[in-house]
């Protein structure tokens, strides 16, 4: 099942920039090895929820798998076809906003080698440049 | 033996000054303790690597500075490649100094064959202990470690003498547990479903209102 929040403030949310760098969430807590994003932008849950299903069958049974992401942000989008106006489309998924450097994944209880490959293969699902990081 | 940093005096401040510096190879750095005045200071970027390459946390000071001197604090860029900065204690033979130090497990946990999973839930102590003998990194053997055992501060096997663990005393380090199943949560009702609206009213509180 796609994350999203259980409860909301607002239904849809302005689209915003991502400026900077991260500053937090931008080092290996869980695990001893991470996913660390090299570039900005939104990982949507779907995306995210691929991303766990590639990693798991690797993981599954002698290590953990951690999502250090959580899609907050709700995306809209207005139908096609559709004449200008008539105020903002309506939330068609959620997506996580994502600055350079932030772990996204982390495993752990697995070797190097077993952790290069789990995420090698959810390396494949993300949408913008990822590298695998260390726990320092 | 402690690594040697060669260290000079940094007259120019500011983060200008210090981007200048990184870019031509060197890191500012900062060295205090010891009641002693506060100096600025500017050391070899790659002598620094190497240092840490070798798990030094002890280095001897040469040049603008003399002595011993603990690497206290270093500070990474967002991409944990490359440093930024470095904070220096100097420290005396007789000192106590606190560290934080690394924890790794040796050997294979029987309870693995079992159907368990070893997790380790603390990857760094902090020890209290003599300069002279500060540990690259701390070990705990889990050769003996079967399904539901725990391994605890205790079970260290190569904690310096004299050395002391800060912390709880019996806290969990290493654990064998049986691996948890996340349950399937059911899939939401179609992909039209949505968040509860903090503050929205239901339609028939709001007509009851009216």
Redesign the interface.
């Known amino acids: 099942?796609?994350l999203?929040?259980?409860?909301?403030?607002?239904?849809k949310s302005q689209r915003g920039r991502i400026r900077g760098?991260?500053?937090r969430g931008?080092?290996v807590v869980f695990g001893?090895f991470g996913l660390?994003a090299?570039e900005g932008g939104w990982i949507s849950a779907q995306t995210i929820e691929a991303g766990r299903i590639a990693a798991q069958q690797y993981v599954r049974?002698?290590?953990?798998l951690y999502i250090r992401i959580f899609p907050h942000k709700s995306i809209t989008s207005i139908p096609l076809e559709t004449r200008m106006g008539k105020g903002k489309g309506e939330?068609e998924f959620w997506a996580a906003v994502v600055r350079?450097?932030t772990v996204l994944y982390e495993v752990?209880?697995v070797t190097e080698q077993a952790a290069r490959i789990c995420l090698a293969r959810l390396a494949h699902k993300m949408p913008i440049k990822v590298r695998m990081?260390k726990?320092? | 033996m402690s690594e040697v940093l060669e260290v000079k005096k940094r007259d120019l401040l500011g983060k200008l000054n210090n981007s200048r510096l990184r870019r031509a190879g060197k890191l500012p750095a900062v060295l205090y303790g010891h009641g002693k005045e506060c100096l600025s200071l500017e050391i070899s970027a790659e002598n620094l690597k190497t240092s840490l390459r070798h798990g030094a946390k002890l280095v001897q000071l040469k040049g603008a500075a003399e002595g011993q001197a603990l690497l206290q604090d270093i500070q990474?860029d967002?991409?944990?490649q490359h440093v930024l900065h470095v904070d220096l204690l100097r420290v005396e033979a007789q000192d106590r100094v606190k560290v934080e130090v690394d924890l790794q497990l040796r050997g294979e946990a029987p309870g693995?064959h079992e159907g368990g999973?070893?997790?380790?839930l603390v990857?760094f102590l902090e020890i209290e202990t003599d300069p002279g003998h500060i540990p690259e990194h701390l070990h705990v053997n889990i050769n003996h470690l079967h399904l539901g055992g725990e391994l605890r501060v205790a079970d260290i096997e190569d904690l310096p003498e004299g050395a002391l663990v800060l912390g709880e005393p019996d806290m969990i380090l290493v654990q064998c547990v049986e691996?948890t199943v996340v349950p399937?949560?059911?899939?939401?009702a179609g992909s039209g479903a949505?968040?509860?609206?903090?503050?929205r009213k239901d339609d028939d509180e709001e007509k009851a209102e009216e």
């Open positions: 099942m796609a999203m929040p259980k409860r909301v403030k607002h239904r760098n991260a500053t931008n080092r001893e660390q090299m049974g002698e290590g953990k939330p350079p450097g752990s209880g990081v726990r320092t | 990474w967002t991409f944990q693995e999973v070893v997790e380790h990857h691996p399937e949560e059911d899939e939401l949505e968040p509860e609206i903090i503050g």
